[in-house]
């Protein structure tokens, strides 16, 4: 199983360790790959490193870990061919770095009636872009020691993706809830607003959400 990270900060990094400890192919891109050869040869011993667009050529599935701002033009780096009919396992929210954060709570630049994943999901038409991992801190994304299992809120269009990264976050320690179509990211990405107000409030990062029955 290979998979692609396009996206080299803390989140690409963790989950590109994170999918090498379980046994994948992995590369990971950013935009200059000389910018990760320290880190590939370090802390990332094993991982391959490359451009986005080398990222998207190796993977079978990819995972999209940059800024929300610069989702599309990262996605714009890549063959277009490289993303048709693929899983894109999407962590990124639609945070406005212009802005500062007020009481905890952080600006977006979408509005609750369309999400960041929807945007990616209307330029993209024929790839399967799978919201997940983006209401948690990159540090419990794989495999977290919690008192209780965690809830990961995922959506999207194809069902055989969602199973695949079902798959995936079962692996990597999550219970998995599944909102459906591309429209419940509209309430999964501010899952992350949420997320950083406990966060902020309680001056602790080892938390995340729940969904009890
Ligand atoms: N940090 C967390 O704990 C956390 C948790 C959940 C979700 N998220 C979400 O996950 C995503 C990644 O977060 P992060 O903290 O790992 O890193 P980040 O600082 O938000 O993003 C870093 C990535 O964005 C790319 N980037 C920056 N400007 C760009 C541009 N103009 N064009 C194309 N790409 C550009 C960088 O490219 P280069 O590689 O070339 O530098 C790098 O790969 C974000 O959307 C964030 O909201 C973060």
Same mark, same amino acid.
């Given at each position: 199983m290979k998979v692609g990270i396009i996206g080299s900060g803390t989140v690409g990094k963790t989950l590109a360790k994170g999918f090498f400890k379980h046994g994948y192919s992995v590369m990971i891109g950013a935009r200059d790959k000389n910018t990760l050869l320290e880190w590939s040869k370090s802390k990332?011993?094993?991982?391959?490193? /490359?451009?986005?667009?080398?990222?998207a050529t190796h993977g079978d599935f990819l995972v999209l870990a940059v800024k929300g701002e610069c989702a599309k033009d990262a996605l714009a780096l890549c063959k277009e061919s490289d993303l048709r009919h693929k899983l894109i396992i999407d962590t990124t929210n639609p945070i406005d770095s212009k802005r500062k954060p007020v009481?905890?709570?952080? &600006?977006?630049? +979408? %509005?609750?009636?369309?999400s960041l994943m929807e945007i990616l999901q209307t330029a993209y038409p024929n790839t399967y872009f799978v919201k997940a991992f983006n209401s948690v801190g990159s540090d419990l994304?794989?495999? &977290?020691?919690? =008192?209780?299992?965690?809830?990961?809120f995922i959506c999207g269009n194809h069902? =055989?993706?969602?199973?695949? +990264?079902?798959?995936?976050? %079962?692996?990597f320690g999550w219970e998995v809830e599944d909102m459906g179509m591309m429209e419940a990211a509209r309430a999964i990405e501010p899952l992350c607003m949420l997320w950083c107000?406990? /966060?902020f409030r309680n001056e602790t990062w080892k938390h995340a959400l729940k969904l009890v029955r």
């Open positions: 990332g011993m094993g991982i391959a490193a /490359g451009s986005f667009a080398q990222v009481n905890g709570v952080l &600006p977006f630049f +979408t %509005d609750l009636n369309l994304m794989v495999n &977290p020691v919690l =008192e209780h299992k965690p809830s990961m069902s =055989e993706s969602k199973a695949r +990264t079902a798959a995936i976050l %079962d692996l107000i406990s /966060g």
